[in-house]
Structure formats: structure tokens, C-alpha cells
């Protein structure tokens, strides 16, 4: 079966720094990925969508690169503030009915002032 | 962004009653609604597919008599926990498919405890 794995349950970094966060995944690559910011108690937020087509996306302070030859992806937080602090989800989505998405456990990031 | 509204946002119940949960798509149309549970520190995961006008589809484990879901309208979906238990406390999340932008967009949950 498919499994996904965000490399860290909790990442800390200082204000300004970029965070950097990973996703893996086994078998084969979704016809796309999403990032999701989750604050606690609240549902997730859509931040990104990548295709498996497409390396690299970018908004704003965010950008997202997904390599299918390495089954992974990266989220990168330029400039990180601390009102970034969040969990940070990626959903592999495999087409079809949206509902086939898989979540990883996430990645809980704190950014220190 | 699109808004996905919950009602209620939470909710505490004795064990063996029902619970009903909305889940609202307030800015569009939604054939296609979904609702995940998350446990603390776990993933989301899917527990069923609802389409408006026809049956929900139940993913593998989740007992569609417990957990009943309509969708009588593009814009409404609804879950009921029925006869819940301890341990079907947790969080429900659902989410709205916006086929235009690829993508749904989440309510803000609703916390259930089961005394």
C-alpha cells in the first residue's frame, strides 16, 4: 500500500530562516501533490498544488519542488515569521475523485522570534 | 478563499445518543463532499465520499450504519454518529471539492466527546 512520510514530526527554526520540509512517498508518484497548513483545532488550509509534471511552484513566501525520480517533495518558508508556526500537511492525490487523497501525519513547524 | 463551514464546532454527548454534523460549502457549489476523522497527532483519514442526490461511498472499515451521510443539496452535507461511543470521539473534518481550482477546501472541523 501507499505510504507517505513527512520527515519530521517537529521542525524549529529561527525567525527569518528558511524551513524546509519534506514529504516521501513509496510506489508510484500521484498526478499531484498538495500542502496543507493545519493551526490547531481547525481544519486544513490549501496552500500549494503541484503536478507531477512540474518541478517547481512558487507563491509568495512559499515554494514547493517535486521530484518523482526521488519520490519526494519539498516546502520551503522563506523568510519564516513566527505566524507561520503551524503543522504542515502533504496529500498525495492520485486523480480522479479528489476524495483519494492521502495525508501524511504532518510536520509541526515553530518558528522562535 | 472558498469557506467550508462546520456545525457545530464541537460537541460533547453521552454514550449511545446520536450526533448530527453540517458541513457547508458557502461560495459554491460542491457535488462532491468528503469527510475525514483525525485523531490527536494522526492523519487525516478519509471515512466516505458524498455526492449530492446519490449514496455516500464508505471507505474500507467505516460502518455506513453507524456514520450516515446525506447530501440533499450542492451546498449541504451531513453526518450523523449514530448511537456513538467513547471511542468515536474525535475530530471531524469535512471538505468541499472545488473542481474548477482542483482542490477542496476544509471546514474548520467539529470536536466530538463521547462520555
Known amino acids: 500500500s501507499q505510504k507517505i512520510e513527512q520527515n519530521s514530526e517537529a521542525l524549529n527554526i529561527q525567525e527569518g530562516k528558511t524551513a524546509t520540509l519534506t514529504c516521501n512517498y513509496t510506489?508510484?508518484?500521484?498526478?499531484?501533490l498538495q500542502w496543507y497548513r493545519q493551526d490547531p483545532g481547525r481544519g486544513p488550509v490549501f496552500l500549494l498544488l503541484?503536478?507531477?509534471?512540474?518541478k517547481e511552484k512558487r507563491k509568495e513566501r512559499l515554494k514547493v519542488t517535486f521530484d518523482t525520480t526521488l519520490k519526494q517533495s519539498l516546502f520551503h518558508i522563506t523568510a519564516s515569521q513566527p505566524a507561520d508556526s503551524a503543522t504542515y500537511l502533504c496529500?498525495?492525490?492520485?486523480?480522479?475523485?479528489?476524495?483519494?487523497?492521502?495525508f501524511g501525519k504532518g510536520t509541526k513547524l515553530s518558528v522562535k522570534p | 478563499g472558498a469557506v467550508v463551514s462546520q456545525h457545530p464546532s464541537w460537541v460533547i454527548c453521552k454514550s449511545g445518543t446520536s450526533v448530527k454534523i453540517e458541513c457547508r460549502s458557502l461560495d459554491f457549489q460542491a457535488t462532491t463532499m468528503f469527510w475525514y476523522r483525525q485523531f490527536p497527532k494522526q492523519s487525516l483519514m478519509l471515512m466516505a465520499t458524498s455526492n449530492e442526490g446519490s449514496k455516500a461511498t464508505y471507505e474500507q472499515g467505516v460502518e455506513k450504519d453507524k456514520f450516515l451521510i446525506n447530501h440533499a443539496s450542492l451546498t449541504l452535507s451531513t453526518l450523523t454518529v449514530t448511537s456513538a461511543h467513547p471511542e468515536d470521539s474525535s475530530f471531524y473534518i469535512c471538505s468541499a471539492e472545488n473542481r474548477v481550482q482542483e482542490t477542496q477546501y476544509f471546514g474548520p472541523g467539529t470536536r466530538l466527546l463521547v462520555l
Open positions: 503541484i503536478r507531477e509534471n512540474e
Open positions: 496529500a498525495l492525490d492520485y486523480g480522479g475523485s479528489q476524495g483519494n487523497l492521502i
Open positions: 510506489n508510484y508518484s500521484p498526478a499531484y
